[in-house]
């Protein structure tokens, strides 16, 4: 049977000696930390679709409504409403982490509205606007809404009918 031999504090020192470990002379440690922010996923959903409303085509030449994408009043120039015919901006909600900025992009040209039964009839709309500046401080809570207006160009020989057509806003973290 082998025994282990006995091993005293200054045996440890000398062997450490030997094989060359050397005690240090001061030992000193400090904390580090380590942070991360993280984002939740920007959400974007639509609300309420944008509604030009109905009206009866200039007699000549080209027509406009131009929806505010505040809520506030439509304006036609060159073009007749259709009775009490209501229009509506478009209604985007989404969330965001609070404190965070969102930065918010609309069409920058024309989006191409096609009258339904015949998609060769078109209209244009354009002069897309929202009711920020572009840009959102997400600050007391994490949703937020966004109001899209643009303007329609109706012009004297556009057919009647129903006329659809789409567009995208985008949110992205700045």
Do not use: E, H
């Not at 025994?3 to 000398?14: Q, T, Y």
């Not at 580090?32 to 007699?59: C, E, I, Q």
Request: aromatic content about 8%; hydrophobic content about 45%.
């Amino acid at each position: 049977m082998i025994r282990p031999a006995p091993c005293s504090a200054s045996g440890l020192f000398a062997a450490a000696l030997l094989l060359g470990i050397q005690s240090p002379a001061s030992a000193a440690n400090a904390l580090g930390s380590a942070t991360v922010n993280l984002y939740k996923p920007l959400l974007l959903a639509k609300t309420t679709d944008m509604d030009f409303g109905s009206m009866f085509p200039p007699a000549s030449g080209t027509g406009t409504i131009k929806l505010d994408p505040n809520g506030g009043a439509t304006v036609y120039t060159g073009i007749a409403a259709a009775g009490a015919s209501p229009t509506t901006r478009a209604v985007f909600t989404g969330q965001a982490t609070r404190l965070s900025l969102v930065f918010l992009q609309l069409p920058a040209g024309s989006i191409t509205l096609a009258r339904v039964g015949n998609p060769s009839d078109t209209l244009t709309a354009n002069n897309f606007t929202i009711d920020s500046a572009g840009a959102l401080r997400i600050v007391g809570t994490a949703s937020y809404t966004i109001g899209v207006g643009a303007t329609l160009s109706v012009p004297s020989t556009a057919v009647g009918g129903t006329y659809v057509g789409s567009f995208t806003l985008t949110a992205n973290y700045f």
